[in-house]
């Protein structure tokens, strides 16, 4: 196809798009209905007991007689599996690795320490985690008969495996857990009230009745319970969407692909920066917006009943195609909501009959690359503090290349924006220490954001074990202190000695700790915890002895208070006698680099020995309804956290002041 062909392929869409939102409007009202008695149907249609042939299973009484026993009571079923502990001996790789080898430091005290802690069961692509310290691991099948890489997950006499696994964070044992509609390359977060969304999946090595098509399924997943159930069916598929909870509390569906297919499929041969855009179309066939296989669309998802609303097409996601999977977003404190995807990005006000931009924002830069799938940066919105609570975001690494591929170095870079309304925009550019793709950023309680996994060289992508797009693990770790100068504000710290390549996972433990887990391309089950310098400096620990919030409880979700905004609330401390930093950490999982929600609020506090009585924040568009981590500092030393519940009390919150949009 010529280039004159694709751009008029664009903009024909883009003219749909408004035609598009206002028939949107006529057909919302009257589908939620439908809408609604489809998905009654699927509550109570996709468990019912199916058939299984006996080409889905090796020839095996046994096994098959468990399958179609777990098929018509599969939720009693896979309670019976119980959790697996393994001692240091099956490790290859000591408990504790000492850094001072690779990096030639004094200690952990200015280094950090890392040591190996169980094995994860489970290859984990997707690591969700839940206030009662377990973890929703899940990953892809490996093969038609549905047997697995991971003898951890066979079952049934290893006729067939498990794609997901339980981990449970406080003794580091797993077992395996049974979805049915494939979760392979979804989105995920926490919901407003604890428990875990799965949205989309995978189409693909399916097996009738057990491992079905996961394309346009939502899923709710109850850690209490330690259960799931399907809750609706979206319009189209989403093959690596990104989702985000809205101020409101409902879920906003961005992106992904229709089919498992054709979104990208590098050259394996080396690339410049001479490169034209158009080469980084798909060459599996298809056009640059082939709707075959690009889903540019967004959905709402109502937190009170699992409504959706139509799907409608987004003018970004067509202009960045095809590099824009898992595309970033964050809730932004002036209300509206920033999207990344590709190299573009923009602040938008999502509704149910159309987006609209937030032009008190200004307009934001074009990064110098692409940094989505499968250039995959990290990204993080940084800590948020009052009065203005302006907000910046940062992306990491990446690649270096427009059009990059398997040849290519990762990127070497990261950028710092501002993107409150009226603010300077300008990237802040900074050199990172090595080649990074497919890194993760992690914000510790101290304001600092942590940086690792990923390869040197290459992309994302892959196939399982020893068949994907990248290679040289970048293994040794690095933190950003947004208080130091620009320029300074990299700086190395312990090396974890496990590569982490393409589908590895970290994310904050409510210890103040990073888990970090995975790494399908090299098969890799070791779960490792990064210890930061703070809990290594000598200095004593704060202890949180109270938190006298709201009397309400958030249910049976292991919240230790529950609070409304704008409250004030009152913290117990022991072990120091005053407290230097007070903040709310979201609790957030990993998937490809996508920390879906994370973000950290700083508190307002009066602090007296023993005692600190803080404010929430003052509403939602701050700090969207949730689950969050309570730490409070002392010289810089965290506490462990309690687990607080934040949540609107009375209507939503008012939209900022001096709303200005455009369609």
């Known amino acids: 196809m010529s280039i004159r062909a694709v751009l008029f392929s664009i903009c024909a869409l883009v003219c749909l798009e408004s035609a598009q939102s206002h028939q949107a409007v006529q057909r919302m009202h009257a589908g939620k209905a439908a809408r609604r008695l489809q998905q009654s149907a699927l509550k109570i249609n996709v468990r019912d007991p199916v058939s299984a042939t006996t080409a889905d299973l090796v020839d095996d009484p046994t096994g098959r007689g468990h399958l179609l026993d777990r098929l018509s009571n599969s939720l009693d079923y896979v309670q019976q599996y119980s959790y697996q502990s393994y001692p240091a001996s099956n490790f290859d790789v000591p408990f504790t690795v000492d850094p001072t080898a690779t990096l030639g430091a004094a200690a952990g005290a200015t280094n950090g320490t890392w040591r190996v802690v169980g094995n994860s069961g489970s290859t984990p692509v997707h690591a969700l985690p839940f206030t009662n310290e377990l973890v929703l691991f899940m990953q892809r099948t490996s093969n038609s008969n549905g047997s697995s890489y991971d003898p951890f997950l066979n079952v049934d006499n290893n006729t067939h495996a498990e794609i997901a696994a339980i981990y449970n964070m406080t003794d580091n044992t797993f077992r395996p857990f049974h979805i049915t509609e494939h979760p392979f390359c979804s989105a995920q977060t926490l919901l407003a009230n604890g428990q875990g969304v799965i949205v989309g999946g995978d189409p693909l090595n399916l097996i009738e009745g057990f491992l079905t098509n996961g394309l346009q399924t939502v899923r709710v997943f109850d850690p209490a319970t330690q259960t799931y159930k399907v809750v609706c069916e979206m319009e189209r598929g989403r093959w690596y969407p990104t989702v985000n909870v809205l101020a409101n509390g409902d879920l906003l569906i961005v992106g992904g692909m229709q089919q498992a297919t054709g979104g990208w499929a590098p050259s394996k041969s080396p690339s410049t920066s001479s490169q034209p855009i158009v080469m980084c179309a798909p060459n599996t066939g298809g056009s640059i917006a082939d709707p075959s296989y690009d889903n540019p669309t967004y959905q709402i998802m109502s937190a009170q009943n699992y409504s959706l609303s139509p799907a409608l097409t987004l003018t970004i996601l067509l202009q960045s195609w095809p590099i824009n999977s898992y595309p970033f977003l964050a809730q932004l404190p002036q209300g509206s909501v920033l999207i990344i995807a590709g190299s573009l990005m923009d602040t938008l006000f999502f509704e149910e009959d159309g987006a609209s931009r937030d032009n008190r924002t200004g307009m934001l830069p074009t990064l110098p690359v692409p940094v989505n799938y499968p250039m995959s940066a990290a990204f993080t919105l940084m800590p948020l503090q009052g009065p203005d609570y302006n907000a910046s975001a940062l992306v990491a690494g990446g690649s270096d290349e427009y059009c990059a591929n398997a040849m290519s170095a990762g990127g070497s870079k990261s950028w710092l924006f ?5 603010a300077d925009h300008s990237l802040i550019e900074e050199a990172l220490s090595f080649p990074r793709v497919m890194g ?13 996994n990923g390869a040197q060289v290459g992309i994302a992508g892959g196939a399982g074990p020893n068949e994907d797009n990248a290679n040289e693990g970048t293994t040794v770790g690095e933190i950003y202190d ?14 974890s000695m496990i590569w982490r390549l393409y589908h590895s996972e970290a994310f904050l433990t409510s210890n103040a700790e990073v888990f970090v887990s995975g790494s399908e391309s090299t098969d890799e089950h070791r779960v490792q915890l990064f210890t930061p310098d703070y809990l ?13 919030a709201s009397a309400q409880t958030a249910g049976t979700y292991d919240v230790d208070a529950q609070v409304g905004y704008s409250q004030n609330f009152t913290i117990g401390f022991s072990n120091v006698t ?23 609020v700083v508190l307002d506090c009066s602090v007296t020995p023993g005692t600190a009585v803080c404010t929430s924040p003052p509403n939602s568009y701050i700090a969207p309804p949730g689950v969050y981590m309570l730490f409070v500092l002392n010289q810089g ?5 309690k687990y607080i519940s934040l949540q609107l009390t009375g209507g939503m919150t008012t939209l900022p002041a001096n709303v200005a949009t455009s369609g």
């Open 637 to 641: 030393v965290p506490s462990q956290a």
């Open 578 to 600: 005053n407290l230097d930093r007070v903040v709310f950490n979201r609790l957030v999982g990993s998937t490809h680099g996508v920390h879906a929600d994370q973000r950290q």
């Open 482 to 495: 947004p208080s130091k100068p620009v320029g300074q504000r990299w700086s190395q710290v312990a090396d």
């Open 440 to 452: 993760e950023l992690t914000l510790l309680p101290d304001g600092r954001v942590f940086l690792c």
């Open 418 to 422: 501002d993107v409150s309304p009226g």
């Open 536 to 548: 290594h400096s000598g200095k004593p620990r704060p202890v949180i002895t109270a938190v006298n």
